[in-house]
Every structure is written in C-alpha cells, then in structure tokens.
C-alpha cells in the first residue's frame, strides 16, 4: 500500500519536473527566437544612424541641394545624387514594365493551362534564371545583348518610335548599344525569376474549388484568372512584384556593366546614364577625401530611403485594397 | 571611438547595399601582407610567385584599387599599401608614411576605325582633351586632319569611352590632358574619376577595349600592355617635344628617365608629358606605401627585402608583362630612402648589406 503511494508520488514529481523543464524549454526558446527578431530591427537600426553618421559631411557640405543638383565633379569635390537617383529609378521603371507582364503570363501559364509534362521543366529553368550571379548577366549584356541592341533594336526604334513627336525624345542619339533602356531590359530579365516564382506559388495556394466553381459556371479562362485568382492572391502577388522591384533598385554589377556610367540626365533611354548602386560600386575603392566618401555614403542613405519608401507605399496600397474588399 | 565605430558600421552598411568591399584575409606571419593598385596586380602575383619558389616568404596581395590601398596602410591593416596616384609629400609627412616608386606602365589611346592601323593616326594632348570635351565630334574635323594631313579620316561622329571606375589608368590620362590643354585643366582636371562632359564610362579595361572594338568611330584609352596582348588599334601621340611617338617599352623608359626623381621630395612625381624625343607622353609609375616606424618590424623588414628581390631580379619578368621596371639610378635612390627613413628603435630595419 505504502509502496504504491510512494511510487504514485514519485510519478507526480517526475511529471512536475517534466512539466517544469517544458516551461523552462518554452521560455528559453521563445526569448531565443525574440531575440534574433529583435537583432533585426537592431541592425537595421544600426544601418541607418551609421548610413546618416557617415553622410553628414556631404549632407552638410551641400544641404538638401545634394539630391536636386545633377552635378558629380569629384576633382572640385562637388557632389550631388540627382542623376543618379534618376537612373535609378528610370532602369526600375523600365525592368518592371518588362518583368512585370512577362512574370505573369509565365506564372499564370504554369498554374492554369501548362500541360503536366512541361511543368516541371518550366519551374527548374526559373530557378536556374534565378540562381545566375548579376556579373554573369552583366557579362552577358555586354558581351551578347548590347551588340544586339546596338545593331538591331536601337536602330530600329531610332528609325520608328524615334521619328514620333514627343516621345521620339526618349529614342534619340547615336546607338551606344549600352545604356539605360539597355540596363532596364537586362534588370527586366533578372527580375523574372523572382516575380514568376512567388507569383506561381502564390496562384496555386488557390483553393481548386474556388477555381472549378468558377470554371463551372462557364467563365472563361480570363475571367477566372482576372475575377478569382488575382483577387485571391492580391497580397502574395504584390509582395512578388515588391521583391523584384527590390532587386531591380539595389542591383550593381550587371547595371555598371551595361549602363554607360554618366553622371548626366539625358532625354533620351539609349544615352548612357548612372544608378546609385552602381556609382558606389565604381567609384569607392578609389573614393579620396572625406566628401567625396561621405557623398558616396550619403548616395546608400538614398538607396535605403527610397527602398523603404516604395515598400511603404506598397504596404499602404495593400491595406486600401484589402479595405476596398472588406476584408 | 564612437565615431570610429560608427564609421566602421557605415562601411559595413554600405556592403549590405549594394559595395562588396574586398575582404583581407588574414596572413600568417611571415607572410607579408598588401593592398591598393590593381595596374601592377599581375606583375606583383607573378614576382610573389617566384619570391615564395625562391625564398619561401609568400606575399598576399589584394588589388582593391588605390583609394582601397591608402587607405588599409593609414590603417595599419597591411604592410604596405599601393597606390597609382602618388600622396603629396605634406600628406606623406601628416600620416608618418614614405612612398617609393616600383615599377611603370603607359596608358594608350585606342581608335576604332575601319582600314587604318596602330600608329597612323596621331593625335595631340589638345586635341585628345577637346574630344574628351566632347568638342570635336567628327573624325574629319580640321584638327585632326591637321594632325593627319595624308590620312584619309571618314566623316563618322566620335565616341569617346572613359573608364567609369575610379582608376590610376584615369588619373594618368587626365592629369596628361590638364598639362596639354588649359581648358581641360580648369574645366574638368586630374582625378583617378572626373566629371566626364560627354562619351561612355565602361567598367575597367576590359570594359573600355570591348566597348572601343564594338563601336565604329569609337576612341578609348587602356593600359599599354592591355592594348598590346588584345592586339587593338592606338593613335601615335605628340609629346612635349612636339616628336609623334608610338607606345613602347623604350618610349616609357625614356619619359621615366627624363623625370626628375633626385629632386622631388617623397618621390612626387607624375611622368605624364616628360620631356624629350623618344618619351611617350601618358606614362606612370606606380608607388608604394609604407611606415616610416612600422609596428609589425619583422614582417616589414621582410616586404623590404621582396621589394629589393624584385627590383634586382624582377625586371624581366616584369617586361614580359608589358610593364617598365625603373631605372638602376632610381633603384640607388629609393633603396638609400630605405635604409634613411624606416627605422625601428632608432635603427634602420633595412640595409644594402642584409640579403
């Protein structure tokens, strides 16, 4: 009797203890796992008091004309972000417009009329487009493309898009072969995985009921897609097009390769232009001086700014929509 | 120190943007460590390489450039620092730093133009500055015709391609067209990056010869050993002399010879438009820096005895490169700063004696 009193309680202790070490356990991951969100936003932090303590030479030396002035004259030390900001986001514009529509119709093919034997090839050669390092396509687009650009597409647009009033501006000048337009089809390429993949994924998170139904009662193919999947997948579909953009703004190698690498602001997309990125990337090493290095600095606080922007503005866009649709 | 560290992070967040920032890798100890230039980079692979067969001392050099290489030696993170661009000697004083030079090359205009051939166009600083200027636009302008009077130059438009990235190669043909053309000099002037008025920038000199071959009219500027080994078209240049010379070995050696080194302080010397007949107008030398009281006295000691390897049994491998080794009078001359200028308690840390 005493016996088996004595093990019951030796039961209850060992299940307290276990219960114990499971409280402790809980406790100490979930503080674990708080703390690595946390380093997050330290580090973000981090990134910008050092990217604003690192640019205030530069932002003192010009003020807020430092990113209204096209000027980069590194021998009088006298800097200012327009043109490359411009260039910045002139290629974005331009890779969006080509990646945007492009991604899309890839990844709308895949998850609504591909053939299952061709699904999978499809998929590995996105995330082989993916997978390829930007020097790879900078190579690339100097190598191949900007001689094909130079010899065929920009000869032709110069000869009929060229000769219309108005935008005939946007296609003038000698054909370089590199430049922005060139720089914003390359970007375009190189944002297509992304969007295709996350877009593809998200458009098969819809429910095939939802679909069928649809299909049902005799909606048309686009009709499904406009009025079922793309309202469905609204926020996943966003957040694609976001991490390509993304890429598209912060992108250096490919675009230093292939833009031209002036620090102007030309009518014209085939002239040679700059982005941020790729004026870093050109001139740090050989950056002497603080201003000249602050600027260059100063240029990264910029990048970050309108990288942070443009999610914002997305995320706003988001919660309107979703209101809209009273979710 | 908070400074300090706040500059160190901006550098780190500037890498998470968008700058890879050439890691250094640690050395072990014998081995001597470098940073800077990336003109000379091939023929200081190739001489580390032998020296290591040789003597069993490695050198790690990382070619980050010349900005890249100032400043790692300022600090104190290798032992010595390279640099196409010599630092004026008051920086030199400023830092405790001492600059020597270690080998040459040329930088040499290159054309494309269909049917004519390497050295039949000759061009002048003045009109090479009013291209760059973007003031002559066509192959017959008068200028260059008068230059050219039996070439028969097509009525193209010009392009003309800089190197976008900041470089020594830049710093050289602009400092050489600042002392040619006045009007250059106040406009844009000499830096390893300007403000370009008109033209291309391609990324280094890969990129400026591909954008040259792909581009009837073009004009570009590259590395003489670069425009050498891919066999591209360059012009003759006039030097001070108002002598049209080709680019070659002898052409830079004898700019290198006219130069005064005995007598410029710290080695600032800049050998663009030397005078004399034979002397190729574009030629520079590029330098070395180091403390004048290192901390780390073993390792630089040893970085003293590769330089001094290099400058008595390195010549030839250095002309098979395409680079100019510097001249035995100049050899005298920095191996006496030497053995003057890096002490260590007092006492030289470098001798003609130690082998």
């Not at chain 1, 501006?169 to 000698?174: D, Q, R, S, V, Y």
């Not at chain 1, 969007?195 to 193919?221: H, K, N, Q």
Request: proline letters at 5%; glycine letters at 10%; charged letters at 15%.
């Amino acid at each position: 009797m005493t016996e088996i009193a004595l093990t019951l309680t030796d039961a209850h202790a060992s299940t307290a203890r276990r219960a114990r070490r499971q409280r402790l356990q809980d406790a100490a991951f979930r503080n674990a796992t708080l703390f690595f969100a946390l380093l997050v936003l330290f580090i973000l932090g981090g990134v910008t008091v050092s990217l604003i303590d690192g640019a205030l030479p530069a932002l003192r030396a010009f003020g807020f004309g430092f990113v209204t002035t096209e000027v980069w004259n590194p021998v009088s030390e006298e800097f200012g972000a327009l043109a490359p900001i411009y260039g910045t986001l002139i290629t974005s514009v331009i890779a969006m417009a080509v990646g945007i529509p492009v991604s899309f119709g890839i990844a709308l093919f895949i998850t609504e009329m591909c053939p299952a034997w061709l699904k999978r090839p499809l998929g590995v050669a996105i995330e082989l487009l993916a997978g390829i390092p930007s020097i790879i396509y900078g190579i690339w687009g100097l190598f191949v493309f900007a001689p094909f650009m130079q010899s065929t597409i920009q000869p032709f647009l110069i000869a009929t898009l060229g000769q219309i009033p108005g935008i005939g501006n946007l296609f003038m000048g000698p054909p370089y072969g590199i430049g922005v337009l060139t720089a914003g089809l390359i970007l375009g390429i190189m944002v297509l995985p992304f969007i295709t993949s996350i877009t593809r994924d998200v458009f098969e998170t819809v429910p095939p009921m939802v679909r069928e139904s649809a299909y049902g009662l005799g909606a048309t193919t686009w009709e499904v897609v406009w009025n079922v999947v793309l309202p469905y997948t609204r926020t996943g579909v966003v957040g694609g097009v976001m991490l390509g953009l993304g890429r598209a703004l912060g992108e250096t190698m490919a675009v230093t390769f292939v833009i031209g690498n002036a620090h102007r602001i030309s009518s014209s997309i085939m002239a040679p232009g700059t982005t941020i990125s790729a004026s870093i990337a050109n001139e740090f090493t050989e950056a002497v001086g603080d201003v000249y290095t602050a600027s260059l600095v100063a240029l990264g606080l910029i990048l970050f700014l309108i990288t942070f922007t443009v999610l914002s503005i997305a995320k706003l866009m988001l919660l309107r929509l979703q209101r809209k649709a009273g979710v | 120190m908070t400074s300090a560290f706040v500059r160190c992070a901006a550098f780190g967040a500037l890498a998470v943007l968008s700058v890879s920032v050439a890691p250094l890798s640690v050395a072990s100890a014998a081995d001597i460590s470098g940073a800077g230039a990336t003109f000379p980079y091939p023929i200081y692979a190739k001489w580390a390489d032998a020296y290591k067969k040789e003597t069993g001392t490695g050198l790690n050099y990382q070619s980050i450039g010349s900005g890249g290489g100032i400043k790692q030696i300022k600090a104190k993170t290798v032992t010595f620092g390279a640099s196409d661009m010599p630092l004026k000697p008051e920086e030199l004083e400023q830092a405790g730093l001492i600059q020597f030079p270690m080998i040459m090359g040329g930088v040499v205009p290159v054309v494309n133009l269909k049917g004519l051939k390497s050295g039949e166009v000759k061009l002048s600083g003045t009109v090479l500055a009013n291209i760059y200027m973007g003031e002559i636009t066509k192959w017959n302008d008068p200028q260059i015709k008068a230059l050219n009077p039996d070439v028969n130059l097509p009525n193209t438009a010009i392009a003309p391609v800089y190197r976008s990235d900041g470089s020594g190669t830049n710093f050289l043909f602009t400092d050489y067209l600042s002392k040619t053309s006045p009007k250059f000099k106040t406009q844009i002037g000499a830096n390893s990056s300007v403000q370009w008025p008109a033209g291309i920038g391609a990324k280094g000199n890969e990129g400026v010869a591909n954008m040259v071959k792909q581009t009837d009219g073009s004009i570009g500027y590259v590395e003489y050993a670069y425009a050498k080994q891919n066999n591209i078209t360059y012009v003759g240049l006039q030097n001070k002399d108002g002598k049209t010379v080709v680019p070659k070995i002898e052409a830079f050696q004898a700019a290198a010879a006219n130069a005064d080194w005995a007598n410029s302080k710290g080695y600032y010397v800049i050998l663009t438009d030397e005078p004399g007949a034979d002397s190729w107008p574009i030629t520079g030398a590029s330098f070395i820096l180091m403390y004048k009281n290192p901390q780390d006295v073993a390792v630089s000691a040893e970085a003293l005895k590769f330089f001094d390897w290099a400058y008595k049994n390195g010549a030839k491998m250095a002309t098979d490169l395409d680079y100019v080794p510097m001249p035995e009078a100049v050899v005298s001359l920095v191996q006496k700063t030497w053995s003057q200028s890096i002490q260590a308690d007092g006492k030289p840390i470098w001798t003609a004696s130690a082998k």
